[in-house]
């Protein structure tokens, strides 16, 4: 499992390369005498993938030029778009919440992924100087759709800080309970330690908010309450901290403009966008189902970032990816989830729900040599949904698809542990909006459509109706277990 | 004479804070898959865990480590990875990571006791310096 850097030519093109340790392939102990670096495909990086020769030639319609000179556009609907556009206002502290772009405002007739949405809110363009008026509008608040029609003044009251707009999402909490999300923040500067009662009030990350609405370790014995779909903010990458090389995808640890820190999965990853829109649908289905995922937030990248950046592998990745990427919260601290120690604390319920919110995505990879489940604060976490949605890397209609069997759930890592799927059907399926599908399609930022979001939409619909075969046979899954 | 066999191991560290990448060496692996022996050996130094970053709480840590352990030692009631092969069960342990246990590059050398080789390690990676 050493980094062999297969898509660094200078590196690779080396025989007797120490083999990537594999069951069926050759033993660690043992020499391997080929080029290790004619990989047919390039796993890492879009841009450093083989392309096959294309010859040049022209086709000659005869069409003069000058009438397709003033044609627009292809003729299709676009959204509505108010005439007032953004401006960018100072704020007065922009270590306070985030701002986002994904509104969502539906009307069935819109199409699917294109929702009308108004102008967007400001974004902050960091402190204001002193010299200028700082404050004539209220920073950004929680997530509602235009902060201009918040009430003002609540991030003053809080001490400057806008509230995180996850004060949202805890449904069962009122908002004189919610506090800004600095103490994570405060931890990682290495500040005060967040041992129970050792800090001081009002300075609750969110997670802990949920964590208290639910208490008890894994935490709950059945999923949290659901919680409504809000969309999802954007923050800009300000530094690289370290890569996360679990997976082939090479995510890194990220700092952002809010003084987050995420991991961030890059649009110019061997899988590429569709694994970005995998870990968006399922992320924000599965928190508004209840389950404990990190938060997501697109991450905007500037190309002069890995500039300077000396690891060529980083640097590709950075360098195929500007623009929007995948943010998920990181949470620092977390353990490896291992279903010795893991299970006995989670409840049969939970693992149910899990298995069926997985057979639903079908998503492949949470399995037991790969989990992808954190242990964090004495509760599960779901992480790496890239893999769901196995179906769109398929060719053809995403939607025709959607009724298709995954045997797949079978190796699912909680499944030895789960109760009833079919109960946890019952459960979490009404928990779903009709509306829910579209909702997530429109969240979908329009560089990452590499398939309409309407076709995510109608698989997600098709899929959620019943009977649902999916559960069936998850159900049978388990059985033979 | 003993013959020497080639023997692959790792560090186990334990990384309280990957932003920060400081790391404290808690545990060795050690495979020498000619002879058949796997095995890990772990231990938690709390002082030096909590000189790192007084905020992270040792339990849990410990905890995975033992686990790590026992899947080392294939022990069948520490759940589905430690009824896998030996090999599998190595390739496992060193796959990276960026939890809070997380295990160092593979590197390799021969020996003839392997049990004695995972005391030598431990010994000098692991222990605290006298």
Same mark, same amino acid.
């Given at each position: 499992?050493?980094?062999?850097?297969?898509?660094?030519?200078?590196?690779?093109?080396?025989?007797?390369?120490?083999?990537?340790?594999?069951?069926?392939?050759?033993?660690?102990?043992?020499?391997?005498?080929?080029?290790?670096?004619?990989?047919?495909?390039?796993?890492? &990086?879009?841009?450093?993938?083989?392309?096959?020769?294309?010859?040049?030639?022209?086709?000659?319609?005869?069409?003069?030029?000058?009438?397709?000179?003033?044609?627009?556009?292809?003729?299709?609907?676009?959204?509505?778009?108010?005439?007032?556009?953004?401006?960018?206002?100072?704020?007065?502290?922009?270590?306070?919440? /985030?701002?986002?772009?994904?509104?969502?405002?539906?009307?069935?007739?819109?199409?699917?992924?294109?929702?009308?949405?108004?102008?967007?809110?400001?974004?902050?363009?960091?402190?204001?100087?002193?010299?200028?008026?700082?404050?004539?509008?209220?920073?950004?608040?929680?997530?509602?759709?235009?902060?201009?029609?918040?009430?003002?003044?609540?991030?003053?009251?809080?001490?400057?800080?806008?509230?995180?707009?996850?004060?949202?999402?805890?449904?069962?909490?009122?908002?004189?309970?919610?506090?800004?999300?600095?103490?994570?923040?405060?931890?990682?500067?290495?500040?005060? &330690?967040?041992?129970?009662?050792?800090?001081?009030?009002?300075?609750?990350? /969110?997670?802990?908010?949920?964590?208290?609405?639910?208490?008890?370790?894994?935490?709950?014995?059945?999923?949290?309450?659901?919680?409504?779909?809000?969309?999802?903010?954007?923050?800009?990458?300000?530094?690289?901290?370290?890569?996360?090389?679990?997976?082939?995808?090479?995510?890194?640890?990220? !700092?952002?403009?809010?003084?987050?820190?995420?991991?961030?999965?890059?649009?110019?990853?061997?899988?590429?966008?569709?694994?970005?829109?995998?870990?968006?649908?399922?992320?924000?289905?599965?928190?508004?189902?209840?389950?404990?995922?990190?938060?997501?937030?697109?991450?905007?990248?500037?190309?002069?970032?890995?500039?300077?950046?000396?690891?060529? !592998?980083?640097?590709?990745?950075?360098?195929?990816?500007?623009?929007?990427?995948?943010?998920?919260?990181?949470?620092?601290?977390?353990?490896?989830?291992?279903?010795?120690?893991?299970?006995?604390?989670?409840?049969?319920?939970?693992?149910?729900?899990?298995?069926?919110?997985?057979?639903?995505?079908?998503?492949?990879?949470?399995?037991?040599?790969?989990?992808?489940?954190?242990?964090?604060?004495?509760?599960?976490?779901?992480?790496?949904?890239?893999?769901?949605?196995?179906?769109?890397?398929?060719?053809?209609?995403?939607?025709?698809?959607?009724?298709?069997?995954?045997?797949?759930?079978?190796?699912?890592?909680?499944?030895?542990?789960?109760?009833?799927?079919?109960?946890?059907?019952?459960?979490?399926?009404?928990?779903?909006?009709?509306?829910?599908?579209?909702?997530?399609?429109?969240?979908?930022?329009?560089?990452?459509?590499?398939?309409?979001?309407?076709?995510?939409?109608?698989?997600?619909?098709?899929?959620?109706?019943?009977?649902?075969?999916?559960?069936?046979?998850?159900?049978?899954?388990?059985?033979?277990? | 004479?003993?013959?020497?066999?080639?023997?692959?191991?790792?560090?186990?560290?334990?990384?309280?804070?990957?932003?920060?990448?400081?790391?404290?060496?808690?545990?060795?692996?050690?495979?020498?898959?000619?002879?058949?022996?796997?095995?890990? /050996?772990?231990?938690?130094?709390?002082?030096?865990?909590?000189?790192?970053?007084? &905020?992270?709480?040792?339990?849990?840590?410990?905890?995975?480590?033992?686990?790590?352990?026992?899947?080392?030692?294939?022990?069948?009631?520490?759940?589905?990875?430690?009824?896998? !092969?030996?090999?599998?069960?190595?390739?496992?342990?060193?796959?990276?990571?960026?939890?809070?246990?997380?295990?160092?590059?593979?590197?390799?050398?021969?020996?003839?006791?392997?049990?004695?080789?995972?005391?030598?390690?431990?010994?000098?990676?692991?222990?605290?310096?006298?």
């Amino acid at each position: 499992m050493v980094d062999e850097r297969r898509d660094h030519a200078g590196r690779s093109r080396q025989s007797r390369v120490r083999a990537d340790e594999h069951g069926l392939g050759a033993g660690g102990d043992e020499a391997v005498d080929q080029l290790l670096g004619e990989s047919p495909v390039y796993l890492r &990086c879009v841009a450093r993938r083989p392309l096959a020769a294309v010859g040049a030639r022209v086709v000659d319609v005869d069409v003069e030029p000058v009438l397709v000179a003033g044609v627009a556009d292809v003729a299709e609907l676009r959204p509505e778009v108010a005439s007032a556009r953004a401006a960018q206002v100072a704020h007065p502290d922009t270590r306070g919440g /985030r701002v986002g772009a994904a509104i969502l405002a539906g009307h069935p007739q819109d199409e699917p992924h294109q929702a009308v949405r108004p102008p967007a809110p400001p974004g902050s363009i960091g402190r204001a100087p002193l010299d200028r008026v700082p404050r004539e509008v209220v920073g950004p608040l929680a997530r509602q759709p235009h902060a201009a029609d918040e009430p003002p003044g609540r991030g003053a009251a809080h001490g400057g800080r806008a509230l995180p707009f996850h004060a949202n999402r805890g449904s069962s909490l009122g908002a004189d309970e919610l506090a800004p999300a600095a103490g994570r923040k405060a931890q990682r500067a290495g500040g005060e &330690c967040d041992r129970d009662g050792e800090r001081a009030e009002g300075d609750v990350s /969110r997670y802990e908010m949920l964590a208290r609405a639910s208490p008890g370790p894994y935490a709950s014995p059945m999923t949290a309450a659901p919680q409504a779909l809000v969309g999802v903010p954007t923050v800009a990458a300000t530094r690289y901290v370290a890569p996360l090389r679990e997976g082939g995808s090479l995510p890194g640890l990220m !700092e952002a403009d809010d003084d987050g820190l995420y991991v961030v999965k890059f649009r110019g990853a061997g899988q590429g966008a569709k694994a970005l829109v995998a870990e968006l649908l399922a992320g924000e289905l599965g928190r508004s189902l209840g389950l404990g995922v990190p938060e997501l937030v697109l991450v905007e990248l500037d190309s002069a970032l890995g500039r300077a950046e000396p690891d060529p !592998e980083i640097q590709d990745l950075l360098d195929a990816s500007p623009g929007l990427n995948l943010g998920v919260d990181f949470l620092p601290g977390a353990l490896a989830f291992e279903a010795a120690d893991g299970c006995e604390a989670l409840s049969r319920e939970l693992a149910a729900d899990i298995v069926w919110f997985d057979a639903l995505m079908a998503n492949v990879d949470r399995t037991p040599r790969n989990p992808n489940l954190l242990l964090w604060h004495g509760r599960v976490w779901l992480i790496d949904h890239g893999a769901a949605i196995y179906h769109q890397h398929a060719a053809g209609d995403l939607a025709n698809q959607a009724r298709a069997p995954f045997p797949a759930i079978r190796d699912h890592v909680l499944l030895p542990h789960a109760g009833s799927i079919l109960e946890a059907d019952e459960r979490l399926a009404p928990r779903i909006p009709a509306t829910m599908p579209r909702e997530l399609a429109s969240l979908i930022p329009r560089g990452w459509q590499e398939r309409p979001p309407g076709d995510y939409a109608a698989w997600l619909e098709r899929r959620l109706e019943g009977p649902r075969a999916f559960a069936r046979e998850a159900e049978d899954a388990r059985a033979h277990e | 004479m003993p013959t020497n066999s080639p023997f692959q191991y790792a560090v186990l560290r334990v990384v309280p804070d990957l932003e920060r990448g400081e790391f404290l060496n808690a545990g060795v692996v050690v495979f020498a898959r000619t002879l058949g022996f796997l095995a890990a /050996r772990v231990a938690l130094d709390r002082d030096r865990l909590t000189a790192l970053n007084p &905020c992270v709480d040792a339990e849990p840590v410990a905890e995975r480590l033992a686990t790590l352990e026992r899947i080392a030692a294939g022990d069948s009631h520490a759940g589905p990875i430690a009824r896998l !092969e030996p090999s599998e069960r190595f390739n496992w342990l060193v796959a990276p990571a960026s939890t809070v246990v997380q295990p160092s590059p593979v590197h390799t050398g021969l020996c003839d006791d392997p049990e004695r080789m995972l005391e030598h390690l431990f010994a000098r990676l692991v222990s605290r310096p006298p």
